[in-house]
Nanobody, 124 residues
Framework: VQLVESGGGLVQAGGSLRLSCAASGRTFSDYTVGWFRQTPGKERELVSGISWSGHRTFYLDSVKGRFTISRDNAKNTVYLQMDSLKPEDTAVYYC??????????????????WGQGTQVTVSS
């Protein structure tokens, strides 16, 4: 499966962005999808994830109540709505997918497919 992220950009603190992860090549509805982010010198961290059915979700504690993940399997797309953005949310955001994960919150190395990343910059 091929993944393409979009929706990143520059926003002021308190603003919103919606990231999209569009998939092609396979039946996307079979895949668990995670949104990760990475800043220079730090390990890639899981920000949010959603099961193949959409019934289970995961959020990093620091984004709970501000970010919302959703998926539209008919459009082969997963979204990450990011509200009340903070400067510390600045990072490159990647979507990742895997067909066989039993849990969402696993190390990034266990996700098999990755997008190219999209930059999110939140100014103070």
């Amino acid at each position: 499966v091929q993944l393409v992220e979009s929706g990143g950009g520059l926003v002021q603190a308190g603003g919103s962005l919606r990231l999209s992860c569009a998939a092609s090549g396979r039946t996307f509805s079979d895949y668990t999808v995670g949104w990760f982010r990475q800043t220079p010198g730090k390990e890639r961290e899981l920000v949010s994830g959603i099961s193949w059915s959409g019934h289970r979700t995961f959020y990093l504690d620091s984004v709970k109540g501000r970010f919302t993940i959703s998926r539209d399997n008919a459009k082969n797309t997963v979204y990450l709505q990011m509200d009340s953005l903070k400067p510390e949310d600045t990072a490159v955001y990647y979507c990742a997918a895997d067909e066989y994960l039993l849990r969402i919150e696993v190390p990034y190395g266990e996700y098999d497919y990755w997008g190219q990343g999209t930059q999110v910059t939140v100014s103070s």
